[in-house]
């Protein structure tokens, strides 16, 4: 009896540390939530105030102004609506937008997403000069002034300063493809300020544990990375192969051809800034499948800029198959979107998760979100699968992490 008793004391005792140590990590989050961040809001820093961004920012306005929740992935994220997210901070590198207000400098060239809210909400907060590092490709020079970038003549600020000052709680990485030292600078930037950081360009930084650990480590949740779209190439694409895994129809090869006229597409013009691109868009695709396609039977990545096109994006997919006996299938599809609004309903989703896990004390890697949103997560998922989870976390019936 008596050993049961301190068995009984025992479990008292543990109970209470644990109830202990949990007050204290609840403490610890609420100071760091009060700690610059009105209750309310997202705040949210932007690197880079190109199309992506244009779309975004405009999306936050529009949906602010309309309560409708038509053409959002989720119109509600545990409490979280677009019209809670509000742009603290913006870096930018371009001539014409430093030194701008967001509203205005969104509107610039050489952007020339869709403009479907001119009359921004809440756009005063001024586009600071970033650093440019690695973050202009050297054949952009030789183009017309309008559609590639101007770099501004003026010294970076302190960006992990200004993240602190602002109390911006999520960054938003929207840089060109290839810009691999800018973006673990940003992601640094992120580590020393306590920031969350959402990374939509194929640099490998989530994806990758060593960078997953430091998030971990420093207590940060962190989604990515290379921003899927809405309804794009990369998800059709998916689907497609899915349906030959599930059907049991073998796929031997496909290739899917992507065109535009943004700087996005100017920029992936430079073959040697599209490695993690490339490997990206792929295994997006051949991730679905539980057998390998040798690397000659796939190809998937941009292909051209042509210019006329503007921010209007248009796929091409091929997928040969052998199905039963031999008999062959073949899948031809054409897709066109405006690509930046695209992207921007799946980073809208992107940032209230993030906030959520921020809520929640979560640190390194969001997996199933970084599943849903991103074509390089940490672990790739089947969409379905990964769907069925989040909405579930949304009806209270399940966990995300």
């Given at each position: ?24 990590r ?6 760091k ?12 820093a ?55 207000p ?8 050489p ?44 010294k ?39 920031v ?38 990369t ?25 535009g ?73 054409k ?8 992207s ?10 993030a ?30 699968q990964?769907?069925e989870?989040?909405e579930k ?9």
């Amino acid at each position: 009896m008596w050993i049961n008793n301190n068995k009984e004391n025992n479990k008292v005792k543990a109970k209470g540390k644990i109830e202990k140590n949990s007050e204290k990590r609840e403490e610890k989050r609420e100071g760091k939530r009060e700690e610059g961040v009105s209750k309310g809001k997202i705040k949210i820093a932007i690197v880079g105030v190109g199309n992506c961004a244009s779309a975004l920012v405009q999306g936050i306005s529009y949906y602010t102004k309309n309560k409708n929740a038509t053409g959002l992935i989720h119109g509600e994220i545990k409490g979280w609506r677009p019209e809670h997210i509000e742009v603290v901070a913006a870096f930018d590198i371009d001539k014409r937008k430093v030194g701008k207000p967001l509203r205005e400098a969104i509107f610039q060239k050489p952007n020339c997403t869709i403009i479907f809210d001119r009359e921004i909400v809440n756009g005063d907060v001024e586009v600071m000069m970033g650093p440019i590092l690695d973050g202009v490709a050297p054949h952009m020079r030789n183009y017309p002034e309008d559609r590639t970038f101007v770099p501004a003549d003026e010294k970076p600020v302190d960006v992990a300063r200004v993240l602190k000052e602002t109390g911006a709680e999520i960054l938003v990485n929207f840089l060109p493809v290839g810009s691999e030292e800018a973006a673990r600078f940003y992601a640094n930037a992120c580590l020393e300020s306590g920031v969350a950081f959402i990374n939509c360009m194929p640099v490998f930084i989530v994806s990758d544990e060593r960078w997953s650990e430091r998030f971990r480590t420093a207590g940060i949740p962190a989604i990515g990375d290379d921003i899927k779209s809405q309804l794009g190439a990369t998800i059709l694409h998916r689907a497609v192969a899915n349906l030959f895994r599930m059907r049991g129809v073998i796929m031997e090869k496909s290739y899917q051809l992507n065109f535009g006229g943004n700087t996005d597409f100017l920029n992936m013009l430079d073959h040697s800034r599209l490695k993690t691109k490339k490997i990206s868009k792929t295994e997006a695709v051949t991730s679905i499948l539980n057998y390998e396609i040798p690397p000659d039977k796939i190809h998937i990545g941009p292909s051209d800029y042509v210019q006329f096109l503007n921010d209007t994006k248009i796929c091409y997919i091929r997928v040969e198959g052998v199905a039963f006996g031999g008999a062959k299938i073949e899948i031809d599809a054409k897709l066109k979107v405006e690509d930046s609004p695209n992207s921007a309903a799946v980073v809208m989703d992107a940032i209230r998760f993030a906030k959520v896990a921020l809520e929640e004390g979560i640190a390194g890697p969001i997996y199933t979100v970084s599943a849903f949103t991103m074509k390089h997560p940490p672990k790739q998922m089947v969409d379905e699968q990964v769907y069925e989870e989040i909405e579930k976390f949304l009806r209270g019936e399940g966990k995300l992490w």
